[in-house]
């Protein structure tokens, strides 16, 4: 049974940082592409990171550039996001999403952990 479980939302004041994690199980970690989204209240699911299967290749959203961090270990099947210097303005839920294209498009996505930014 393919399992993304997230990890690590909160409420956090303004500058602050959280660390989120998505553990995952029941597929195989290494053949995936894994990327960090996120949805406001009434906005669309938007990328917020994504890295490649053997972590050579990173993109970010122009609004979280130099703040959010993306990584993963694949010994332990989990992906991170590290975010610091956080803004209201990254109020969102947060999910976690895996993709491989070969030899067909497969996806998973977890089922979301709240960020909350405020005083």
């Known amino acids: 049974q393919v399992q993304l479980v997230e990890s690590g939302g909160g409420l956090v004041q303004p500058g602050g940082s959280l660390r989120l994690s998505c553990a995952t199980s029941?597929?195989?970690?290494?053949?995936?592409?894994m990327s960090w989204y996120r949805q406001a209240p009434g906005k669309e699911r938007e990328l917020v990171a994504a890295?490649?299967?053997?972590?050579?290749?990173?993109d970010y959203a122009d609004s979280v550039k130099g703040r959010f961090t993306i990584s993963r270990d694949n010994d332990k099947n989990t992906l991170y996001l590290q975010m610091n210097s956080l803004e209201p303005e990254d109020t969102a839920v947060y999910y976690c999403?895996?993709?491989?294209?070969?030899?067909?498009?497969?996806?998973?996505w977890g089922q979301g952990t709240q960020v909350t930014v405020s005083s």
């Open positions: 999403k895996a993709r491989r294209q070969i030899p067909f498009i497969r996806i998973y």
């Open positions: 029941g597929f195989t970690f290494t053949s995936y592409a």
């Open positions: 890295m490649a299967r053997d972590g050579s290749v990173t």
